[in-house]
């Protein structure tokens, strides 16, 4: 085998350093230059094999399969001593022809060939790097993989890691979802921009850990416990089979480390890693442009804080595999983002694939076609939605019409259209225990034993049925325990009478100092169970303490009360500091730990009626607008008369839709109407262009961005705009009105807003000459009050 395998051994030299790329405006060391060096040339060895003449691809496999001729276990083509070859039919050592070594190959497809041919490189580098490695365990890996790549060859297999390694992924939830979680756990508070700055961040911690060089398991005893360095041992043997070495062995599948490793990797090699990617980046900081440096130096370091707390914390949520994430506008950007990336990107294949289509049909026919219509900028739908959303004028009702509404829905003949479309949902969850209440069938009554006062027998009996119902419906829980609690001075009960019988409670006790409630019990007797009192037992709980100006309850579920606690607005997210509460509540083991903040605005034992109420008023609404709007016009016939323009208002029709014409800015006593002269239009334009273009802070944006000194800045940025394209779209009078103009001159300082950091010189000049845009617009009567 020696003499066949070749190639030099800094191929497979792996880098101590951290891969990063240059995405993130990171540079590389000289050790990481190799690096991507030796892929390069593995890569080009690939594709110099594979460009080999048919033969010579047999001749290259023959050193690697086995012979074909009868009781021959040759498992290689190897020539004999000073033969050079001639044709296939020169002898091996094993006496037979090298035709026996590749007449098995002859039936196989090119694509198969070409496939076993990257495995006789793969091979060959795996050789090499087993011959060089000094580390013994990392030797046997190499080895390990040498003789399955060897194997698979010799088979026509595709190589498998054995189940020895286990597969992945190895643990959940994993890395990559643990950072997501921690962003939208940490930061949701945060500015949209502030935000995004943290996902970037994020973004870049992924992208290092993937590309990550880990230290040996030998290197990390000193720091670990033995325990903990026996789990890195096992992790590093996995991450190196799964990970490293596919990354330059196409071979074998390749992994992202941060998508199949959890939480034993990280906080084994985060302490390490972390200094490491900080080094690196101080190192580097005088290569990165400005806002890049102000933003890995300034907040990188607290992202990794906020990290490190939620990796060594005992209970961070951001490993909960049942991680929910708070509802969140950040994200809901993020995600409605992507969807524009992929319509705009479905739009542009469409709109290359319809051009493409004109040019054909259209060789002959100069209109069918023109540049100027490929120049029109589509605007984000985003963007489109935000500037309605400001200009739009919304009316209340009036008492008078909201009284009229709910008089007619609450007519018991009343159907919201002749074909009933929005027919009325069943009842909400507790209003059948509302009407018994009102009924007095049913009521409530907050109870609790008391040393320095007296306690009436009612009260006594009160609590030790609930004692029972309590002990019935948590049958782990022992008798003492309950009874403990129910009769502490301290805990206070709400309970639920019927026909002077307890049959359900909330057992709970108040830290006004901190400012939130425990509930300890909460249980409804078994025959009374799906009636809706449990949901409007949490409901007079919570009106209780927001009369006491509490707003925070906590409370530890087991697996069968989750979904009870879930549906009264509690949630696993704690939003509570930790300090708050710990030492306060009791533990409990088994248990999920809960939290529910009450809105001191809403009265919850009305809350479904009320919100039931509005649904029925938006029906009748949408309803009512649709009897308006649901008229035939006549066609419009001004255009057959030779008319060519007429406004939008005298559409039959439109103005019944609710449309009102968008407010104007006037100029001497007069509306600007956007209809009005292009050429006229342009030269007032181009006043204000020229003001801005010669204005001291419009330096960055003369031109577009160069994408050679700033490589990621249309990865971020998909609709760029700057004043040298707004000056050629002037001269080519593509502002037919005002309002084009205004669009493209706010896109300059929006990008700018969204690329830099508020702390940049850049970001600077877009405020200073965003106010000078805005002031020479309102000069001329051009800008909206």
Not at 71 to 90: H, L, R, Y
Not at 187 to 196: G, K, M, P, V, Y
Not at 258 to 264: C, H, I, Q
Not at 420 to 434: G, N, Y
């Amino acid at each position: 085998m020696s003499d066949q395998a070749s190639g030099p051994a800094e191929v497979v030299q792996q880098s101590a350093q951290p891969q990063t790329s240059n995405n993130n405006n990171i540079g590389n060391k000289p050790e990481q230059a190799s690096y991507q060096t030796n892929l390069e040339i593995i890569q080009q060895r690939k594709r110099a094999v594979l460009a080999l003449p048919y033969n010579k691809k047999l001749i290259k496999l023959a050193i690697y399969s086995k012979c074909q001729a009868e009781n021959c276990n040759c498992t290689g083509w190897k020539k004999t001593e000073n033969i050079t070859i001639s044709s296939f039919n020169d002898p091996c050592r094993c006496e037979h022809s090298l035709e026996c070594h590749v007449s098995h190959l002859r039936n196989q497809s090119e694509h198969e060939l070409n496939r076993l041919l990257k495995m006789v490189v793969d091979v060959e580098n795996m050789y090499t790097a087993m011959k060089n490695k000094v580390n013994p365990d990392t030797k046997k890996v190499y080895n390990y993989l040498f003789s399955l790549l060897r194997k698979c060859i010799l088979t026509l297999d595709t190589p498998v890691i054995d189940t020895l390694f286990s597969q992945p992924p190895f643990e959940k939830p994993s890395i990559y979802k643990a950072v997501t979680n921690l962003v939208v756990f940490k930061f949701a508070h945060l500015t949209q921009q502030e935000w995004n700055t943290m996902y970037e961040l994020a973004k870049i911690f992924l992208h290092c850990l993937n590309t990550w060089d880990f230290p040996l398991p030998s290197s990390q005893r000193h720091v670990l416990s033995r325990d903990e360095a026996s789990l890195y041992e096992e992790s590093y043997t996995r991450w190196f089979v799964f990970c490293h070495v596919p990354a330059f062995c196409d071979s074998l599948r390749h992994y992202d480390t941060t998508m199949v490793f959890g939480k034993t990797l990280l906080k084994a090699v985060f302490k390490h890693i972390r200094k490491q990617i900080m080094d690196q980046f101080y190192q580097e900081r005088d290569r990165m442009p400005l806002e890049r440096r102000v933003m890995i130096l300034t907040h990188f370091p607290a992202f990794l804080n906020a990290l490190d707390t939620e990796i060594y914390a005992p209970n961070s949520p951001i490993w909960d595999p049942d991680f929910k994430p708070p509802p969140s506008i950040h994200l809901q950007n993020l995600i409605e983002l992507n969807k524009l990336k992929k319509a705009a990107a479905a739009a542009a294949a469409m709109k290359r694939s319809m051009s493409e289509a004109q040019k054909l049909s259209s060789s002959g026919n100069k209109d069918s076609f023109t540049d100027k219509s490929s120049k029109v900028p589509e605007t984000p739908v985003r963007e489109k939605r935000r500037r309605l959303a400001q200009e739009d004028q919304f009316e209340d009702l009036t008492p008078e019409n909201l009284a009229e509404i709910i008089a007619t829905i609450d007519d018991p003949k009343y159907m919201t259209g002749p074909d009933m479309v929005f027919a009325e949902e069943a009842l909400a969850r507790d209003e059948a225990a509302k009407l018994e209440e009102k009924k007095k069938i049913i009521e409530f009554h907050v109870v609790g034993n008391s040393l320095t006062e007296p306690v009436t027998k009612q009260t006594m009996l009160w609590l030790i049925g609930l004692q029972n119902v309590i002990s019935h419906q948590l049958p782990k829980m022992p008798k003492e325990y309950i009874t403990q609690f129910l009769f502490d001075p301290k805990h206070r009960t709400l309970a639920l009478i019927k026909d002077n019988q307890p049959i359900g409670a909330i057992c709970f006790r108040t830290f006004p100092t901190q400012g939130f409630t425990e509930i300890v019990f909460c249980a409804v007797a078994t025959d009374e169970q799906v009636k809706g009192y449990g949901t409007h037992l949490m409901n007079h709980l919570k009106d209780f303490h927001i009369g006491k100006n509490i707003y925070h309850f906590l409370t530890f579920a087991d697996e069968f009360a989750i979904g009870y606690f879930e549906k009264q607005g509690f949630s696993k997210e704690i939003k509570l500091s930790r300090g708050i509460y710990q030492g306060y509540i009791k533990d409990y083991q088994g248990a999920t730990l809960m939290h529910c903040e009450l809105n001191p605005k809403i009265i919850y034992t009305q809350f479904t009626s009320i919100v039931m109420k509005q649904k029925k008023i938006i029906k009748h609404l949408i309803y009512q607008q649709q009897r308006k709007v649901s008229k035939v016009h006549q066609g419009l016939t001004f255009f057959k008369e030779g008319v060519r323009n007429i406004p939008i208002e005298s559409i039959p029709g439109i103005q019944e839709t609710g449309w009102r014409p968008a407010a104007r800015a006037t100029r001497g006593g007069q509306q600007l109407e956007e209809s009005q002269d292009v050429d006229t239009l342009a030269v007032m334009l181009k006043g204000v262009l020229q003001a801005v273009k010669n204005h001291e802070a419009a330096w960055p944006f003369k031109s577009p961005v160069d994408k050679n000194v700033v490589p990621d800045y249309y990865d971020h940025i998909k609709y760029p705009m700057d004043l040298k394209t707004m000056t050629e779209r002037l001269k080519a009078r593509y502002y037919v009105s005002r309002r084009l103009f205004v669009a493209d001159m706010m896109r300059i300082f929006t990008n700018c807003k969204i690329y830099n950091s508020p702390e940049t010189e850049y970001y600077q000049c877009a405020v200073h000459l965003q106010q000078y845009f805005q002031t020479k617009m309102k000069e001329l009567g051009l800008w909206d009050k």
